[in-house]
């Protein structure tokens, strides 16, 4: 079914949290090793001494390894996020206790940027393609459910194709490779379709395949209708290789000598 104005403000309502991008913060921060060194760090700091120079003299860390980047609540410790995300841009914390009780942060906020709120207007076209797709994805479980339910009754795949006005390809001849007889991409055989020819020759001659998927959005099932085994080619149908590498082939002799000669 098409995808309704009342469909997309629907989700738009559900997902409103989740559609825009939430605050985020630039942080540094200093891990000190307790109580002690993290009070002194924290007095430095209040005296107006830079954050880089007292992580360096108190916490032996650089200024890159200070920098947390630019990161979301959920993306920094527990133990300090509510401090971090409280904490007005150029404010430091006070030191806080790190995770299990082990050490101490002092974090810098140098920068905020605001959470964005998504309008319906904005998403609105994205939505409307996400609803779409998914209900693309849940018509082809609902056929994908039915064509399991018919070939195990014994339906052939045919049969069970044009019942539910699917179009069965039919492919005269296929190699390891995915080649045909004339050693070109087999005719029918749709491109990236290795789990097709993988499930060829894993088929026996006469049977149905189990029902695969393709990527993401696609199944198939197959029936071996007949096994050749391994043989020469005729000529006729490789002569224009064989051309190829004879001509190839002396080009690579006729190189050769000439090097010699050099």
């Given amino acids: 079914a098409a995808v309704t104005d009342a469909d997309v403000e629907t989700a738009f309502k559900e997902q409103a949290e989740t559609l825009g991008t939430p605050e985020k913060r630039a942080l540094s921060q200093m891990v000190l ?66 995770p299990g009780g082990i050490g101490f942060y002092i974090v810098k906020v140098r920068e905020i940027t605001p959470a964005h709120v998504a309008t319906l207007d904005e998403v609105r076209e994205k939505l409307r393609a996400t609803i779409a797709h998914e209900r693309a994805i849940d018509a082809l479980y609902t056929q994908v459910n039915r064509m399991e339910d018919d070939l195990g009754k014994g339906l052939s795949i045919e049969a069970v ?18 080649n045909g007889l004339d050693g070109k991409p087999a005719a029918g055989l749709p ?10 020759f894993e088929t026996e001659e006469g049977a149905d395949s189990t029902l695969r998927e393709m990527g993401d959005d696609a199944f198939f099932v197959l029936r071996v209708d007949k096994v050749t085994k391994p043989a020469v080619r005729p000529f006729e149908t490789v002569k224009d ?15 050769l000598a000439f090097a010699k000669q050099l």
Avoid: W
Wanted: aromatic share 4%; glycine share 8%.
């Fill in 33 to 98: 090793p307790d109580q002690a060194a993290a009070d002194k760090a924290a007095k430095a700091l209040s005296e107006g001494r830079a954050f880089v120079d007292v992580a360096k003299e108190f916490a032996g860390m650089d200024e890159a390894g200070t920098d947390l980047g630019t990161v979301a609540r959920d993306e920094v410790l527990a133990e300090i996020a509510d401090a971090a995300f409280a904490t007005p841009a150029g404010g430091v914390t006070a030191p806080l206790p790190g």
């Fill in 191 to 200: 491109e990236n379709a290795q789990a097709i020819v993988a499930s060829a």
């Fill in 241 to 255: 290789q064989v051309k190829d590498a004879v001509v190839a082939e002396r080009k690579r002799y006729a190189a």
């Fill in 161 to 178: 194709a044009e019942a539910m006005n699917i179009k069965a390809v039919k492919i005269a001849a296929l190699d390891s490779d995915g």
